[in-house]
């Protein structure tokens, strides 16, 4: 750092170069003046001095300061704004030229860029681009309360802009540079009716907030924005959670004492610095031109007018033909000057014909009172294969509004200083030229579209369920069919039906109505004489009336509202008197609209949207986003369905639940699905032990299903249920910390029936056991009580089967509760363990040989004795033997007449376990013939029949095996995917 001051020291000027060594003092406001040879010294005449004005004083409990002539002194007026650290600069510019127009060309353009953060723009050029909606919005919030106070027939281009400087993210500049843009005005030279205060107000627990920081707005159910004049209201907009119109009220009487705060200092500032008012060319219209035109033209309006037949487009086609009768006179005459106004003069005559009609009588040009609403139609489910959808018409004005929802990712991003990072529920307003039988071109965003979009959108968003209930992403469409007035008022109406159609949990219905103003004005003293309020306005009437003012709210209350005025001003009374006509009006919609659909509807059908919200680690997400996102965007395409991730929890979307399954299948091919006690999921069988068998899922996990959760009915071997590769369905019954799954399949089994107690001494049903006790005492009773003659002794009839299989816990158990001494228990034979892994010998015919050891290893004395009555006292076996010789032969020889029976059948099973393979699961030692399917570089794949298909390693004779030949294999083992390994038989036997 040192060596770059060193190079800039060296680098310097001489002294007799230098700017002050020439007399020249440095640049300030793009001049260049001449500094004193003595700083100290005064400055001499004709300098121009850097001068700057400033005006402090408090609103609510805040500094507010307005300053100029620092900054921008080339702009016809410049004023910064500031409140705590936020700074915003307002200019004022005026056209020098004046072309031929009949309306005021005031462009206000408000911007944010990210400096005033502290940040730079994440675009690709790093740099801002077009105006983002938020910066349209509050232009549009800066024109509106200013408009009006410029003078009648002032046409002359004007343009304000509004930049912020600095924000602290605490306070929303809109509001600072509304106050900037009404001070700019001030101090320019252009003719304006100013000044105006605009305020904001909130409330938090039922107390009113001046001036609300961005973090008080946050938990504030009221959001309004008031500007006024001295006397007389300008503009209101409202965002407010179903606020009632008395509590409205009384906000709106506490923010005008507020707003009239901000006058006074702009007042001040301008008799300091304010340029004196330019005289401007005015467009005025004479009144010889409008007497002469209301004598050719009042009648024969006022005749269109007074007859309700006409409808929208033959009451303009009826005006124009009056117009053009007009214009003929005048171009009889030559009259140039008149024929450039004609126009507007024509339109001046109408809206005095209209206004005093229906000021005088109380008809409207429909012939409606001025309370009255027009017809209204509902219909929703209008597009069954929308999520939602809701067409909705009063009058000639029609609305069709559709709903689309989506993931949480797919919100809209938020590039504003301050306010919520991103938006998920959006309402886009259409108004196509169609709508209102025009030919136009469609461009990008329109500040009219974007304005009644948002005010639509702020009515509902006070209904919407919390995003914790109800996180989807959630999109409107409000396309205008037809526009006569109010479409604005319509897209809440039909957006509040397709979100209930989209089966969203709505609080309530909402509706809205815009209430018009005709007023009496005495020329003289600009005072109100008479007015009429006017309930669901035409399009014709908003452009005759004075008062725009859209009222949307629930039964319970008010949540949103825009006014928008064309004189300059009008009595707060008036507006307060409005909300209980646009009250009335709204509740005969509602009535409307909750006839045809009250209440949500259920999202079960074919194009209901899903929604699966699933948490997995974050190594496990990383592996299904893939490289540079590849693995994501391909299920993305694949599916259909829509997929984000957002720390350690993925959420699919999709449109249907045939989407959503296929989503989550390869998800779970991918990663698998983290098993939660009580979940049910499918697995594959991947080995199977003596004790039970392991399960394998999706994504590598395993579970132990033991061989007691296999079924409601005893299981004396898990072979006999279950099959390796075998696809079964169960449910995760515990976990442990270490990451050990238990899962169950009789959970998912319907329970068994238990027979009625009266049935219990027809069928005995005795538990088993291992184990034969005999008791001495009671044969000789059990023995009398038997008849004289033995019938064979029948399967169906034996209390206990031959051979009883108990699990270890259950003999302990047995053995600790038994009475009998350990040394009259009859001794197990001796047994050698049957080798674990057999080479020849299916699983069923070693059962068939324990079941045949067993027989013989059973003495006659305890095989007579299973003739006996098995009383069960306590939980415990006793089994007597009778005396009698008779039957004890009698069961021996029953006995050996059974082993003789499975000895013949063992050569049938054996001859049948090959025979029967293709159409059961494969068993290891099973032997069959198997043809050649393909031969691949590393060994065959063979068909074994019933569509089952194995695998043969090479061992040095790839050579000889061609597709289509027939070999003698048998299977020695399975892989890890439940394929069966099979060896050629001739190969084993010459080993």
Known sequence: MSSIVNRASSASLPNFLAWRALGFRTICSGRLGFAPSVPDSPVSAGTKILESFKEEFEVGSRVVSFETGKIARFANGSVVLGMDETKVLSTVTCAKTDSPRDFLPLTVDYQEKQYAQGLIPNTYMRREGAPKERELLCGRLIDRPIRPLFPTGFYHEVQIMASVLSSDGKQDPDILAA????????????????????????????????????????????NLIYACTRDKTMMIDVQSREISEKDLAAALRLAHPEAVKYLDPQIRLAEKAGKQKKEYKLSMLSDKTLEKVADLAATRIESVFTDPSYGKFERGEALDNIGKDVRKVF???????????????????????????????????????????????????????????????????????????????EAQSLDSLVGPPKKRFMLHYSFPPYCTN???????????????GTLAEKALLAVLPPEEAFPYTIRINSEVMSSDGSTSMASVCGGSMALMDAGIPLRAHVAGVSVGLITDVDPSSGEIKDYRIVTDILGLEDHLGDMDFKIAGTRDGVTAIQLDIKPAGIPLDIVCESLENAREARLQILDHMERNINSPRGQDGAYSPRLATLKYSNDSLRTLIGPMGVLKRKIEVETGARLSIDNGTLTI??????????????????????????????????????????????????????????????????????DIGQCITTMCIETDVRGNIKLSRKALLPKPKRKPASDAGKDPVMKESSTVYIENSSVGEIVASMPSIVTPLQKSRLSVPAVVIRTAVECNEAEKSSPVNDNDKPRRAATSKPDRKPKSTASKLIATQKEEEALESIAPEETSAECGEILKQDGKLKSVSPKNNSTASNLVSFSKAKKSTMKENLSENKAEESASVSTRKLKIGTEMTATVDHVRALGLVLDLGGEIRGMYIFQGDKDKFKKGDTLRVKCTSFNTKGVPVMALVDEEGEE
């Open 179 to 222: 106050n900037a843009s009404s001070a700019a005005l001030m101090l320019s030279d252009v003719p304006w009716g100013g000044p105006i205060g605009v305020i904001r107000i909130g409330r938090i627990c039922g107390q009113f907030v001046v001036n609300p920081t961005m973090d008080e707005l946050s938990s504030s159910d009221l």
């Open 331 to 409: 171009e009889e005459e030559g009259d140039q000057e008149s024929l450039s106004i004609l126009p507007k003069a024509v339109d001046t005559v109408r809206k005095k014909v209209v206004r005093s009609r229906m000021i005088s009588d109380g008809f409207r040009v429909d012939g409606r009172h001025v309370d009255e609403v027009r017809p209204i139609y509902c219909e929703s489910h209008y597009l069954p294969a929308l999520h939602g959808s809701a067409l909705f018409s009063r009058g000639d004005t029609q609305v069709l509004c559709t709903v689309t929802l989506g993931a949480p990712a």
């Open 438 to 452: 025009e030919v136009g071109k469609r461009g990008g965003l329109n500040r009219r579209e974007v304005g009644h």
């Open 653 to 722: 979307v999709a449109k249907n639940q045939d989407v959503m399954e296929k989503a989550q299948e390869q998800v779970d091919f991918i990663i698998g699905r983290e098993l939660v006690v009580g979940g049910v999921y499918k697995g594959t069988v991947s080995s199977i032990k003596e004790y039970g068998a392991f399960v394998e899922f999706p994504g590598g996990q395993q579970g132990l299903l033991h061989m007691s959760e296999l079924s409601h009915e005893p299981v004396s071997k898990v072979s006999d249920v279950l």
